[in-house]
């Protein structure tokens, strides 16, 4: 396919996304159980992302390069070949598109695979993409368990690129499936991304964003900022305005407008997420908030569990060190700028943070000296369509959005013509 026919077909799934947006926002909060509302975003973004990497189809190519020898040399983008993509369940429609789209717009074909736990979204957009005019076979969708249908994606000999989003020990395992042919490979893994809130911050903006960053989703996030690093000064104060806020989130049905947070995705999961909040009470942490289960009808149907905020906490605790992928915060004091960024850099994980500050001098030099791949000054915000995203250390290798992402789906050929 010619590369502007190529675009206008990702142009006409972007448009398409749009056209069946309530029904892909629906089918992500019912499946998801994240609130409808922030299902709408994510779908939005979808569609947002096909439409940045259509019209990146005829505008990214190769290069004539200056050489020493007696002839012209020229650099060609070419498809990688078949990629596997496998998402995770947390965000399944926003992380389909920006692994997708760009790899289709190089080229390639995808084949991906779902959680299993949220399948439908993925299964409805490969329908709007062969409505859309995409070639049968171009965007495959195979459903069922990581262990079986994602192992055999990992291994197959004709898949030559594997993007992963998902827990760092399933990546460690993908990535080691994928050094037996060489293959490519990019990980967006886990994280346990700090928030570090200096007395200079503006205090309410300050406040609200550390709930939103840390509760968006249930906190099934791995750039939930769960670490809440404060200034001594503003402790007290700020622990206290955020134990406030925790308590006024409206938790509830997914499909109502007014909740702001919904069940964790099952039960299997919000027991993983009790297991660390006993871990953190028998370690000596207080809980300020929340750290079980509302009760009542209106959460029968369901897995819920109230957001909690943990204090008295220390670095060498599993809630300040693992990643718990629930509504649950840590929040600890720091004395100064250079506590502030030991403690940040104090984690095997690197994807995400804010800093929270009206010194844009010390903002800079702090966000210079984190060790994480997405940082956010004044804003809890991690995702931006046209930046790249990754993470440091543990969480992952490689990036996804921006033109950079354009990288993980293409082979560099390189052509000398002689002319002497």
Not at 142 to 148: N, R
Not at 293 to 312: C, H, I, N, Q
Not at 370 to 379: D, F, M
Request: with cysteine.
């Amino acid at each position: 396919m010619n590369t502007r026919d190529r675009g206008k077909v990702l142009l006409r799934l972007a448009s398409l996304i749009r056209d069946h947006a309530d029904e892909l926002a629906k089918l992500e909060a019912r499946n998801v159980g994240k609130p409808i509302r922030d299902a709408r975003d994510e779908v939005g973004l979808a569609a947002d992302c096909f439409e940045y990497y259509a019209g990146t189809v005829n505008k990214v190519g190769g290069q004539t390069i200056p050489a020493a020898a007696p002839g012209v040399l020229m650099t060609f983008r070419e498809p990688v070949g078949v990629c596997g993509i496998i998402v995770p369940w947390n965000f399944p429609v926003a992380i389909t598109s920006w692994k997708s789209a760009p790899a289709l717009a190089m080229g390639n074909t995808v084949v991906l695979k779902p959680a299993e736990q949220t399948p439908m979204t993925a299964l409805r957009l490969a329908e709007l993409a062969l409505e859309a005019g995409m070639p049968e076979g171009v965007f495959t969708v195979v459903t069922g368990s990581g262990s079986v249908a994602g192992e055999a994606l990992v291994r197959h000999p004709l898949v030559r690129k594997i993007a992963f989003t998902g827990s760092t020990e399933i990546g460690s395992r993908v990535m080691r499936l994928c050094a037996d042919d060489i293959k490519r490979v990019s990980l967006e893994l886990g994280g346990k991304s700090a928030n570090l809130i200096f007395a200079d911050c503006d205090f309410d903006r300050a406040v609200a964003s550390a709930a939103s960053s840390a509760l968006g989703n249930a906190g099934q996030d791995c750039c939930a900022r769960s670490r809440v690093l404060v200034e001594k000064s503003i402790y007290d104060r700020f622990t206290k305005a955020l134990v406030d806020t925790f308590n006024r989130i409206h938790v509830g049905d997914p499909l109502d407008e007014k909740t702001e947070m919904g069940p964790l995705v099952t039960t299997e999961h919000r027991q993983r997420v009790m297991t660390y909040i006993e871990s953190g009470k028998s370690e000596g942490a207080t809980i300020a908030t929340g750290g079980k289960a509302p009760t009542g009808e209106a959460y029968s149907r369901g897995w819920y569990l109230s957001p909690t905020v943990f204090v008295d906490t220390r670095p060498e605790m599993k809630i300040v060190r693992e990643e718990i992928f629930g509504p649950v915060v840590t929040v600890m004091p720091f004395r100064d700028e250079a506590e502030a960024i030991e403690s940040a850099n104090d984690s095997d994980y690197g994807l995400s943070g804010s800093i929270w500050t009206r010194d844009i001098g010390r903002a800079m030099r702090v966000a210079r000296a984190i060790q994480t791949g997405n940082l956010s000054i004044n804003s809890g915000s991690s995702v931006h369509l046209e930046g790249p995203f990754g993470g440091f250390k543990k969480s992952g290798i490689g990036r996804e959005l921006g033109l950079q992402a354009l990288d993980a789906y293409t082979e560099w050929k390189t052509v000398y013509l002689d002319v002497s």
